[in-house]
């Protein structure tokens, strides 16, 4: 189970997202210093996926904490473009959003929401 590719294609499919952020929702890769040509989605695991939830000493989910930045030079754009993140890290997986920062900096807002959920292993159905 690839998380990053599965947050990649549920961001793309929303219309409002890929509109605004086509050709630029990346893994772990940050836009260079002044290219804001337009908002960059940055999607970028914290920690290791880890085992969760136990029943008959075999662990059925995993657990992933991540960070998705929204970067762009338009303050309000980058609010609307994280919280339909957001939305879609909810409805898609039932990630909750945990913390994370908001800097400005030379013209440039930067939003950056953690997010922390657990899935189904793949394999679950035969186990």
């Given at each position: ?23 630029r ?29 136990f ?39 039932g ?33």
């Amino acid at each position: 189970m690839d998380i990053l590719d599965m947050i990649y294609n549920a961001l793309i499919a929303d219309d409002y997202i890929n509109t605004q952020a086509s050709g630029r929702i990346k893994f772990y890769q940050y836009p260079e210093t002044g290219d804001m040509t337009g908002p960059y989605i940055v999607i970028d695991p914290i920690d290791s996926p880890t085992p969760a939830n136990f029943a008959d000493d075999t662990w059925i989910k995993i657990d992933y904490f991540l960070q998705i930045d929204v970067w762009s030079n338009d303050r309000k754009l980058s609010e609307q473009l994280a919280d339909k993140v957001r939305d879609v890290m909810w409805h898609q997986f039932g990630f909750k959003q945990t913390s994370g920062p908001k800097e400005y900096d030379n013209g440039v807002f930067r939003d950056a929401r953690r997010y922390r959920g657990s899935l189904y292993r793949e394999d679950f159905i035969n186990l």
